[in-house]
């Protein structure tokens, strides 16, 4: 069982884990799901993103795709939910704060509905206990290193001032790149907006793939190739030149076969031990299938 700690760490489903899996409750992290709508018989229906599969997810968007030409819809963190989760860890005997590490505020409501959350379990809740939310300015592993270091912080007793700051400094430091097999769910579900130009002239010329990740929790373009493989070659000569390296993962959506591949080609040239996450519903709607992404964090 998760040790008890003075302050509680919240994050949400978009760091590509779920309230079941065993490093979460190891971390003893609380997990806030993102919401979903698909739909079904022309109606749409809301969803919690832990009420559906990694697998039955992908099956679901690609029946959407098919038959109605729509996406599912990602629309953030329920503020009611967060507020209920908040409110009981307030409740709990010696809790001293909460700090919430959410998904990019850039491309995701959940930072708004988080603080929505926390104003009103902070109005219902009589104690002196604070809650910090935190932009990760990143998504999926890079989000979940965030809430991970915070915890562990926790863990150790650092006050809620402390972990936040930590925070905040080691965001600086974590990249989260991706390549994309195609473009079509990036430019349905207007995610592509802010480099709607750059990316227009990329995909214009024959065969050429960007290189996405994310500066300062906003998408941009960090590279280009002339084909998604040697797209994927150069992203991983990226994350591995940023430096001395604490964390190294691999992303990828409903493609194990190419993550491997990517897994195999880091390991010839680093040495520490690389994560493998399929990065889950949120980042498979605006990604599409069969995307790949390195996830790396450098030393402070």
Same mark, same amino acid.
């Given at each position: 069982?998760?040790?008890?700690?003075? &302050?509680?760490?919240?994050?949400?489903?978009?760091?590509?884990?779920? @309230?079941?899996?065993?490093?979460?409750?190891?971390?003893? !992290? =609380?997990?806030? /799901? *993102?919401?979903?709508?698909?739909?079904?018989?022309?109606?749409?229906?809301?969803?919690?993103?832990?009420?559906?599969?990694?697998?039955?997810?992908?099956?679901?968007?690609?029946? $959407?795709?098919?038959?109605?030409?729509?996406?599912?819809?990602?629309?953030?963190?329920?503020?009611?939910?967060?507020?209920?989760?908040?409110?009981?860890?307030?409740?709990?005997?010696?809790?001293?704060?909460?700090?919430?590490?959410? !998904?990019?505020?850039?491309?995701? =409501?959940? $930072?708004?509905?988080?603080?929505?959350?926390?104003?009103?379990?902070?109005?219902?809740?009589?104690?002196?206990?604070?809650?910090? &939310?935190?932009?990760?300015?990143?998504?999926?592993?890079? =989000?979940?290193?965030?809430?991970?270091?915070?915890?562990?912080?926790?863990?150790?007793?650092? /006050?809620?001032? #402390?972990?936040?700051?930590?925070?905040?400094?080691?965001?600086?430091?974590?990249?989260? *790149?991706?390549? *994309?097999?195609?473009?079509?769910?990036?430019?349905?579900?207007?995610?592509?907006? #802010?480099?709607?130009?750059?990316?227009?002239?990329?995909?214009?010329? *024959?065969?050429?793939?960007? !290189?996405?990740?994310?500066?300062?929790?906003?998408?941009?373009?960090?590279?280009?190739?002339?084909?998604?493989?040697?797209?994927?070659?150069?992203?991983?000569?990226?994350?591995?030149?940023?430096?001395?390296?604490?964390?190294?993962? &691999?992303?990828?959506?409903?493609? @194990?076969?190419?993550?491997?591949?990517?897994? =195999?080609?880091?390991?010839?040239?680093?040495?520490?031990?690389?994560?493998? &996450?399929?990065?889950?519903?949120?980042?498979?709607?605006?990604?599409?299938?069969?995307?790949?992404?390195?996830?790396?964090?450098?030393?402070?």
């Amino acid at each position: 069982m998760p040790m008890q700690r003075n &302050v509680h760490i919240v994050t949400d489903t978009g760091c590509s884990y779920r @309230p079941e899996d065993a490093i979460v409750r190891e971390h003893g !992290i =609380q997990l806030i /799901p *993102l919401q979903l709508s698909i739909l079904d018989n022309g109606s749409w229906t809301p969803k919690q993103e832990t009420e559906i599969a990694p697998g039955q997810f992908y099956s679901i968007m690609a029946r $959407m795709i098919r038959e109605d030409g729509e996406l599912p819809r990602t629309s953030g963190v329920n503020p009611g939910i967060a507020r209920e989760t908040y409110l009981r860890l307030l409740t709990q005997e010696n809790t001293a704060g909460i700090v919430s590490v959410h !998904i990019t505020a850039a491309h995701s =409501q959940a $930072m708004n509905a988080a603080r929505l959350g926390a104003r009103e379990a902070l109005q219902t809740y009589a104690g002196n206990a604070r809650i910090e &939310v935190v932009d990760s300015q990143q998504l999926t592993i890079g =989000q979940w290193w965030l809430a991970a270091h915070a915890a562990q912080l926790a863990a150790q007793g650092a /006050p809620l001032e #402390q972990i936040a700051a930590e925070v905040k400094e080691m965001r600086t430091r974590v990249q989260v *790149l991706a390549v *994309l097999e195609n473009f079509e769910n990036l430019k349905r579900g207007g995610r592509a907006d #802010q480099i709607k130009g750059r990316l227009a002239s990329i995909l214009s010329a *024959l065969h050429i793939h960007p !290189i996405l990740g994310f500066k300062d929790g906003k998408l941009d373009i960090f590279g280009r190739a002339r084909n998604a493989r040697k797209a994927r070659m150069r992203m991983a000569d990226m994350a591995l030149a940023r430096g001395t390296l604490t964390h190294l993962a &691999v992303l990828h959506t409903n493609a @194990p076969e190419l993550g491997d591949e990517m897994r =195999q080609q880091l390991a010839g040239r680093y040495h520490g031990p690389i994560e493998m &996450v399929d990065a889950g519903p949120v980042l498979a709607v605006h990604a599409g299938e069969r995307a790949v992404g390195v996830a790396s964090c450098t030393m402070s």
